[in-house]
């Protein structure tokens, strides 16, 4: 669509708007205030909606409705706006899609941890594409998805909505994430919402909404940068702010973050919504604004042009700042054209925009989304361990399934999936637990015994007895243990829910020990959200597989992997300490990090790309050409990789950098690229990245943006930890960086 034309249709309709009808669009409305007795109220709608409105807030995600209703309600809301407003402006409908539509029915996938963990950002983009199409299909336009935070301490709750530790990861992660939800015409896409800007996944102490204590270079080279690719390569239709505060300055009142960053340097074209209630939050928590009103002004001066999820600062208090002269009609009309333009390239001024509640059942979880969803799940498994007991033989003559989430449907879903989201839901989709998909597996001479053992965090030992009871009748013993997800004191992870440890909870190490005391093969199988210490567990269970939030396939994907009907290549996005107090454990810290304590190392666990395989694989034959370059252009690194195993499999070869002498601190490592290869078993081939100088810069003394002449250390292997090639390459002179650049290494395969 023509920027042009675009432009004057916005300046037209800004024409005919009154103040009242401005403001409107800079609201939302919780669906519940606009509904009675699960009906769609024109009552209320006339009272509520009168003067049009932004947003509507969660429909479908609201509360226990089924998808044809939400439909429907959703379609009576529009028709409203557009038979019974002024001005028939439609509103934009939200919905949160982190691991899939937030409703009742939808395709549940993985958590996006697990995401991150299957280094193959194209799967990401088949997922969203298929979310994107279950959102059209109830008439949503806006999800507010993805979560570009980097976690620094796992005690935060929402580190499993993360794509991890590593920013390269999480921007490769994003932009596929946002290409597959928005597509190539937003007539038929979903506008994808990059939040939480910026630096929320550092708070203090692990601590939900606590400050981040963060300098301006560190904050642009690694907290940002995720953002910037989301904005500059894939075009992300909107930015959600964070709920802390970073130096004083609360996200939500930055016009540092949401104007010069965001408008001034990146040329954002979108526009930004508050998390919820986080602009009235100035008022109430940060208390940098002495009233609703002087928040309103805070937030739309510094760049929130919608705020969510109800109106409280942007509607009355508004009202008051514009009477009163303490805010320009030009700051109103700007963030108004924004919301107008993107309602324009959705299409909702067009005739038909209303969705089919007849069809929505046979388009929520397809068979071919379920299948889907069965191979995303088995593509993030990471295998952590493996003393030769997998996989499987499914003939095994008898099994013992233990532990608090070997038969819970909820603790395979991620907090921001229906199941584990609304209050009292049980199921929001068919899911298969582990116990079931076993079950699906074996040979039906198998004998399966299941018992619980123990709670997920309760104390109780009273199932133990029965546990080894079963244990010692079985050749091999799956125990199936971790976390749940949910909001606030619902789960063990999850948003609200941050720990001061992150053992496994309750008695669960204790029923290991247990069942360690039988003598028999122990596969340990993890449900959680955030790397756990699990010193004793690595020391004594004979294989363990990190299967995080695996969604509604995770019990059929899992044992795939458990019995070798998938290879597993999953890689850690995010490092594991060895106990709570070396956090944190980033890979990519920086030299001075790395003075040991007392009594330990300041080693993880399990490091960042840490994963294996039921094979083998050789690195070989390093190529670097050529070995000096200028500042400009790029270098070519090419090594043979080979399955030196008896079976097929895949290898996440990973490529990082390490700036040898620089005029600032750098860290040890970075990953600057990645590539998932399948190669049958004895199969060899030649990978090649091409590594753009531009991928090397970075804040000098003087906050110019550079690559500097030096001499950068080339890393390849198959974890940060694992590496299998070395070399080095000279950058010849220096460069100061402007505006345009290359964020992203380019890998081929022959």
């Known amino acids: 669509m023509e920027e042009r034309w675009l432009k004057k ?55 226990e409705r089924e998808p044809e209703e939400s439909v429907e309600i959703i379609n009576e809301i529009q028709k409203f706006l557009k038979e019974e407003t002024r001005l028939g402006i439609p509103a934009i409908i939200h919905e949160e899609c982190l691991s899939g ?29 298929i979310i994107r199409k279950e959102m059209r299909a109830f008439g949503v336009h806006q999800g507010l998805s993805p979560v570009l935070d980097i976690p620094r301490d796992p005690r935060w709750g929402r580190t499993e909505e993360t794509f991890g530790e590593d920013p390269y990861l999480v921007s490769k992660m994003a932009e596929s994430y946002i290409n ?12 994808a919402t990059a939040k939480h800007f910026t630096a929320y996944g550092i708070s203090e102490g692990g ?23 989301a904005v500059r390569s894939a ?9 802390h505060e970073i130096d004083g300055i609360p996200c939500a009142s930055s016009r540092f973050l949401l104007t010069k960053i965001l408008r001034e340097e990146w040329d954002f074209k979108g526009f930004v919504v508050s998390d919820y209630h986080a602009i009235d939050m100035l008022h109430t928590f940060h208390k940098v604004a002495n009233s609703l009103k002087t928040a309103a002004i805070k937030a739309l001066e510094a760049g929130i042009e919608i705020e969510l999820p109800e109106i409280k600062c942007y509607g009355e208090p508004l009202f008051e700042a514009v009477r009163e002269g303490l805010i320009s009609m030009s700051v109103i009309d700007t963030a108004v054209a924004r919301v107008l333009r993107a309602k324009i390239l959705l299409g909702l001024m067009d005739d038909n925009i209303y969705a089919d509640p007849v069809k929505i059942n046979s388009i929520l979880d397809s068979p071919e989304h379920r299948m889907f969803a069965r191979e995303l799940a088995r593509k993030s498994m990471v295998l952590l361990k493996n003393d030769s007991v997998l996989p499987l033989k499914k003939d095994i003559k008898s099994i013992a399934i233990i532990g608090p989430s070997a038969d819970v449907t909820k603790n395979l879903h991620g907090d921001y999936s229906y199941t584990a989201h609304i209050a009292g839901v049980k199921d929001g989709v068919k899911t298969v637990t582990v116990l079931e998909g076993i079950k699906n597996k074996v040979s039906p001479e198998t004998t399966v015994y299941h018992a619980t053992g123990c709670d997920l965090a309760g104390e109780s030992r009273e199932g ?8 010692n009748k079985s050749e091999v013993i799956i125990a199936v243990m971790g976390e749940n997800s949910g909001l606030f004191k619902r789960g063990l992870s999850g948003e609200g829910n941050d720990r001061t440890d992150i ?37 004594n269970v004979d294989a363990i597989i990190e299967a995080w939030y695996p969604g509604e396939e995770g019990g059929n994907a899992i044992a795939d992997v458990i019995f070798g009907d998938y290879n597993p ?21 920086k030299p001075s990090a790395f003075n040991e304590y007392l009594t330990t190392n300041t080693e993880p666990l399990f490091p960042f790309g840490h994963g294996l395989s039921y094979t083998t694989f050789e690195y070989s034959d390093l190529i670097i050409t050529p070995e000096k370059i200028s500042s400009g252009g790029y270098v070519d690194i090419s090594f043979k990789l080979k399955n030196t195993g008896s079976i097929a499999g895949e290898e996440v070869v990973q490529l990082y950098i390490h700036d040898e002498w620089a005029s600032v601190e750098r860290p040890i490592k970075e990953l600057k690229g990645f590539i998932r290869v399948y190669l049958e078993a004895g199969e060899e081939k030649e990978v090649t990245f091409r590594l753009f100088t531009d991928q090397l810069a970075f804040y000098d003394e003087d906050m110019r943006f550079i690559v500097e002449a030096g001499i950068f250390e080339v890393m390849v292997g198959a974890s940060s930890e694992d590496i299998r090639l070395t070399g080095k390459f000279e950058v010849t002179e220096t460069r100061v960086i402007t505006k345009y650049r290359k964020f992203a290494s380019e890998v081929t395969i022959r």
């Open 9 to 63: 249709k916005v300046e037209e309709l800004l024409e005919k708007m009154t103040l009242e009808e401005k403001i409107a669009q800079l609201g939302s409305i919780p669906s519940g205030k606009l509904v009675e007795n699960g009906r769609f109220s024109r009552e209320k709608a006339q009272e509520l909606l009168k003067n049009g409105i932004g947003q509507i807030t969660r429909v479908a995600g609201y509360a």
């Open 101 to 129: 539509v937030m409703t009742k029915g939808a395709t549940t996938f993985p958590q996006a941890i697990g995401m991150a963990s299957t280094f193959e950002p194209s799967y990401i983009e088949k997922m969203t594409s």
């Open 180 to 191: 597959g939800l928005q597509g190539d015409d937003w007539k038929d896409g979903i506008i």
């Open 207 to 229: 601590r939900n909404l606590g400050p981040a204590r963060v300098s301006e270079r560190e904050l642009r080279e690694v907290f940002l940068f995720p953002f910037e690719v």
């Open 235 to 243: 075009n992300v239709g909107s930015i959600m702010n964070a709920y």
């Open 464 to 471: 133990f007895k029965e546990a080894v009871d079963i244990a």
């Open 503 to 539: 053992n496994l909870p309750g008695v669960q190490e204790e029923l290991l020990k247990a069942l360690k005391e039988t003598g028999k093969p122990i596969v340990l199988v993890l449900l959680n959200g955030r790397p756990l210490s699990i010193k004793w567990e690595k020391e």
């Open 569 to 589: 290549a999953g890689r850690l996005p995010i490092s594991f300490p060895t106990e709570i107090g070396q956090m944190p454990v980033y890979y990519n810290r």
